[in-house]
């Protein structure tokens, strides 16, 4: 057999298996918050199918569950912002090394100033409102 052949089978059966695994993971999570969303439903409803104290209880539930989800979010942000900042820095110091003659790592300034948006985002509450 043709090694380039055999390269481009396993490189064929490599992407269906990674594809096939990102499909499974994608469906399984999708799974999970719904009976999360399910679960939750659930336990506010028969809490605020009680008394009045549970049930002002329950809503303070939601309101402080809400701040936690909008707090991860911002801290999903952050190192979204932080990881797209390393990766203009360390394109524009590989393109630099690698071609000295032209401007050409300057390209790794867009990534960079994309990470520097989402910190901005992340960090100043009249952008975010």
Avoid: H
């Amino acid at each position: 057999m043709d090694a380039a052949v055999a390269l481009w089978e396993f490189l064929s059966v490599g992407a269906v298996a990674l594809f096939s695994f990102l499909a499974i993971a994608a469906w399984s999570e999708s799974r999970r918050r719904e009976r999360e969303a399910y679960y939750r439903t659930e336990a506010i409803r028969k809490l605020a199918e009680s008394t009045p104290d549970v049930a002002a209880s329950a809503l303070e539930f939601l309101r402080e569950q809400e701040r936690n989800d909008k707090e991860r979010v911002r801290a999903q942000i952050k190192i979204a912002g932080l990881v797209t900042c390393g990766v203009g820095i360390g394109m524009m110091v590989f393109l630099w090394a690698l071609i000295r003659e032209a401007p050409i790592y300057l390209s790794g300034s867009i990534p960079l100033l994309i990470g520097v948006a989402l910190l901005a985002w992340s960090y100043i509450p009249a952008l975010r409102d």
